[in-house]
């Protein structure tokens, strides 16, 4: 790098400061100017938490924060410009336009330039889905404001529109408040990323948790009362709602990169390499934004998680500050909890595995999260799903009380090293009463599998 290289970076949050990081502890000041731009109040926040910032079992959001902008400019050199949002990005004169929190309109100039823009919650584009009470859940500036709402209007009554993660991760925060909960999805059960028969197992703990889940209805409209919501309405009902959070999910927020000419994939993610280049010299992404590899379909797809975040940003730093190093895939893991309920998957589910071409088998079975006669052994479930030839392990889902949603991470293990089921059942894992029954219900499912191929 030539002297005083400057590093421009667009968004705050995981991927972003990361890829900071990680290139100001390969060259330092008198080489390396790093700017970065963040539209909201904060940076390098955990995302994830917000639920449980809304459900108060996190105090308050400074401690969701792991470093605040004065902490960067003191300790990393990083200047970072929060309340500012880059309008647009001009490739041929490697410049951006950004909007301060003044309103000013800046133009700053870039040899390196690290796209972190994160991704959208998306909004049903319904009447009345912009009214005073109902809200998107993606930033910490989102849960602050979810947070003063409940605080300021006590409300009694909520509607979750959407069956995702966050959409259970929310109709948990209120029915901790005590709130009476309905949560709506257009789908058979909620949880869509699992499989229907372990969607249901979701949703009847949920009922027996309180929380009234509404399958396959469609919101309509969403009612307000002298511009507060009052109500979310379905072909099939009418719910009344003091509060709404929408749970529909995100995309990828790449429309910055696209206005800019940047490759966009296939999933509407950002396309990029292994090593986090995008199509165009000097130009990073990473986080939400990007478009990943799946190890297992073999498809470009846009999953949206903080852990990939974090690696990313780690990965584009390290290669911008000089290194090297690659970001090699994903394999869709990933966990949730409602109250006591832990859900869990990892690789394909079975509607995935037939649109990648796999012909595949199936195994289901129920067991405890401990020894049977071990005090607090609950129930859990895991199905498993393998390629029919080879007996290559596809795709796992786990749904389970306390202590049953980690073991997901043997699957995952399994999923990256390409191992057939048979090898799973002979995997040696851990065992003591207050952990596991003697076999562990990873292998007893792989077993099942692996005798229901012929193995």
């Known amino acids: 790098m030539n002297a ?3 590093l421009l970076v667009v968004g705050g949050d995981a991927a972003g400061m990361s890829a900071a990081s990680q290139a100001r502890r390969r060259i330092g000041p008198d080489g390396l100017e790093i700017v970065a731009f963040e539209r909201g109040a904060h940076t390098s926040y955990s995302a994830c938490g917000i639920p449980y910032l809304v459900g108060k079992t996190v105090a308050g959001p400074e401690d969701l924060v792991a470093r605040d902008p ?3 400019r003191r300790d990393h050199a990083v200047d970072v410009r929060t309340g500012t949002e880059v309008r647009a990005i001009d490739l041929d004169r490697r410049t951006v336009e950004a909007v301060g929190p003044d309103g000013r309109v800046l133009t700053e100039p870039f040899d390196h330039l690290m796209v972190a823009t994160g991704a959208v919650p998306r ?3 319904l009447p009345g889905d912009r009214a005073e009470g109902v809200f998107g859940v993606q930033t910490l500036d989102d849960g602050i404001a979810v947070t003063a709402y409940l605080e300021e209007r006590r409300p009694k009554r909520a509607v979750v529109v959407g069956g995702g993660y966050i959409g259970l991760e929310m109709a948990e925060a209120f029915a901790l ?11 058979d059960e909620p949880m869509a990323t699992l499989d229907p028969d372990m969607g249901a197992l979701v949703r009847g703990a949920m009922a027996e948790m309180g929380i009234d889940v509404r399958t396959r209805e469609r919101v309509s409209a969403i009612e307000a009362e002298g511009g507060r919501v009052a109500a979310v309405v379905t ?3 009418t719910y009344p709602a003091d509060v709404v959070a929408l749970g529909l999910g995100v995309r990828p927020a790449s429309d910055l990169a696209r206005d800019a000419g940047l490759e966009i994939g296939p999933s509407g993610g950002i396309a990029v390499d292994a090593r986090m280049r995008t199509s165009h010299e000097g130009v990073w992404a990473a986080g939400d934004c990007v478009e990943n590899f799946h190890r297992i379909s073999r498809a470009p797809v846009a999953i949206a998680l903080g852990t990939h975040a974090n690696k990313q940003g780690r990965v584009a730093g390290i290669n911008i500050g000089g290194g090297y190093a690659r970001f090699e895939g994903v394999v869709g893991t990933a966990i949730t909890k409602v109250c006591d309920l832990e859900v869990a998957r990892t690789g394909l589910n079975e509607a995935e595995a037939e649109a990648a071409g796999f012909a595949y088998e199936t195994a289901t079975m129920r067991s405890t999260t401990r020894a049977g006669y071990y005090p607090g052994a609950t129930w859990m479930t895991v199905k498993l799903l393998a390629e029919r030839r080879s007996g290559r392990l596809l795709g796992g889902q786990i749904v389970g009380r306390e202590n049953s949603g980690k073991r997901i991470d043997v699957l995952a293990t399994a999923l990256w090293n390409d191992m057939d089921v048979e090898d799973v059942s002979g995997m ?3 065992y003591a009463p207050p952990f596991s029954p003697v076999w562990d219900p990873v292998l007893i499912a792989a077993r099942k599998l692996s005798e229901k191929l012929g193995n």
Do not use: Q, W, Y
């Open 4 to 6: 005083r290289t400057r």
């Open 70 to 72: 004065a902490t960067f």
């Open 123 to 125: 909004r049903p584009g």
């Open 177 to 187: 408040r005590g709130m009476e909960v309905t949560v709506i999805t257009s789908g």
């Open 235 to 237: 072909p099939e009902g």
């Open 428 to 430: 040696d894992l851990s």
